[in-house]
């Protein structure tokens, strides 16, 4: 098992630029979800889903969305893209079939910085 | 949802016991207490989690206060590999919205 990839590991774009920040996982998880950390900060929850066709918006929405078409990927865009954007963005998943009592697998991180 | 509070940083000798605590008061019935911590700018990773009873693996121990309102997590033997950020959050039952919060900054000093 890989658990939880996400690509890129680093990325720099222009403001105003696009792009689609990747998360795949490998263990049937039901439960997807993106965070961005900025620098000396905790997590902050963009989006979540709990299933394929599913998704809700977290803590910080805005200027990001997702789709989730299958089980194994919850790619987040960015629709274009502003300095205040530039973060560490970890996606994680989990089973959490219907009792909010699994933990969360993170992926590695993918570093961005919007110029 | 219910909200954690944690110190913002504490110190521990190595081979000492850590105790890093963390209030959740207004944590409803079936809400759980998860303990993750993060290295450097790694993911952060899954170290324990109970609902009402205290629990040990490998890792840590998890005291939860009978009231549930508070809960400490317990580093039997820190080691230089445990300086992390350590964050306490609570399962939002049914929406699924995992708040982390800060977290509290770990640093066992040799």
């Known amino acids: 098992n890989a658990g939880v990839t996400q690509t890129p590991k680093f990325q720099v774009l222009k403001t105003g630029q696009s792009m689609t920040l990747q998360c795949a996982q490998d263990?049937?998880?039901?439960?997807m979800s993106w965070y961005r950390q900025d620098p000396g900060m905790g997590l902050r929850l963009i989006h979540y889903?709990?299933?394929?066709?599913?998704?809700d918006q977290g803590e910080v929405p805005n200027g990001y969305n997702v789709s989730r078409s299958t089980t194994e990927d919850f790619p987040l865009r960015l629709l274009s893209a502003a300095p205040s954007q530039t973060s560490v963005y970890f996606c994680?998943?989990?089973?959490?079939?219907?009792?909010?009592?699994?933990?969360?697998?993170f992926g590695s991180g993918t570093q961005l910085s919007v110029l | 949802d219910a909200k954690t509070t944690q110190p913002t940083s504490m110190d521990c000798a190595e081979g000492r016991a850590a105790n890093l605590p963390c209030n959740h008061s207004?944590?409803?019935?079936?809400?759980?207490v998860y303990w993750y911590r993060q290295i450097h700018s790694q993911g952060p990773q899954y170290i324990i989690h109970?609902?009402?009873n205290n629990e040990t693996n490998e890792m840590a121990s998890l005291i939860i206060t009978e009231d549930r309102k508070s809960s400490t997590l317990i580093l039997p033997h820190a080691t230089l590999r445990d300086t992390a950020v350590y964050y306490c959050?609570?399962?939002?039952?049914?929406?699924?919205?995992?708040?982390f919060g800060t977290g509290t900054r770990l640093k066992v000093l040799a």
């Open positions: 994680a998943s989990s089973y959490s079939k219907g009792q909010a009592s699994e933990k969360l697998f």
């Open positions: 263990m049937n998880h039901e439960y």
């Open positions: 889903s709990v299933g394929a066709g599913i998704t």
């Open positions: 207004t944590i409803s019935g079936n809400e759980y």
């Open positions: 109970g609902l009402k």
């Open positions: 959050i609570v399962s939002s039952s049914g929406t699924y919205k995992y708040i």
